[in-house]
């Protein structure tokens, strides 16, 4: 008997500790909402790294960094409140395809094997094809 009131127990603690957080706004999503924050939000993260303009998904939870090279950028996702950067090198990226402004990059990479970004805006999807050529032929 006593085994079961620990389990009910547990169980709603857990609960309890689930609602806490949701309460307290510990579940909120997190948005980039221009490319100015997106920059932003990288630099806190990697403040060694320059950063030198940025692209934003149309959902404004992920986010493409130009690092200024041409073989190096920048990878910038939001997880529920937090954000999480890196940088991505030519050798990491094993596949992309980019159609109707849709991007999905294979990266060699077990943390993140795969990456979707939806541009809000064509002219940066041009550009960013560009970029992705120039890796692919290096």
Known sequence: MT?????V?????ILFIILLHHLLGQTAQAC???REAALNRFRDILQDVPAAGAALSRDGLSA??????ANRFGLLLIMGRYATARVVGAE???GWDLRDNVLILS???FTAPSFRLSF????????WRALFDALRNK
Request: aromatic fraction near 6%; avoid cysteine; charge should be negative.
């Open 9 to 13: 127990g547990s169980l709603l603690f």
């Open 32 to 34: 980039i909402p221009d």
């Open 92 to 94: 990491s990226v094993t």
């Open 107 to 109: 990266l060699a990479d």
């Open 64 to 69: 493409l960094i130009d690092l200024g090279t």
């Open 120 to 127: 809000a805006d064509p002219a940066e999807a041009a550009h």
């Open 3 to 7: 085994l079961q009131y620990l389990i």
